[in-house]
Nanobody, 120 residues
């Protein structure tokens, strides 16, 4: 059974930094694109950033230049370095990965979510 486990959320002051981590575990044949999404209270879940296995990245315009997504293919892990955080970045952040498991079809998996709160 494939699982995505996230860590690294918390409370930070405006202008501060946080680093989120997410690792896929279980019987995995291959991991394709990985990414981060977020959902603020009363809002729809939105894309933050994605990264391909070769390292090509794409960002939501609101985080471009402040957030950096990276991955470690050997560890089936993805990271999100968040700098210059703003109150409007407050949300639950979810890791997503497109995975082919050892038994089953290729599909998207979600982490459990980690809370990021930016407040003074």
């Amino acid at each position: 059974q494939v699982q995505l486990v996230e860590s690294g959320g918390g409370l930070v002051q405006p202008g501060g930094s946080l680093r989120l981590s997410c690792a896929a575990s279980g019987s995995i044949i291959r991991v394709y694109n990985m990414g981060w999404y977020r959902q603020a209270p009363g809002q729809r879940r939105e894309l933050v950033a994605t990264i391909t296995p070769s390292g090509n990245t794409d960002y939501n315009g609101s985080v471009k230049g402040r957030f950096t997504i990276s991955r470690d293919n050997a560890k089936n892990a993805v990271y999100l370095q968040m700098n210059s955080l703003k109150p409007e970045d407050t949300a639950v952040y979810y890791c997503n990965a497109d995975i082919t498991p050892n038994s089953g079809l290729r599909r998207g998996y979600w982490g459990q979510g980690t809370q990021v709160t930016v407040s003074s």
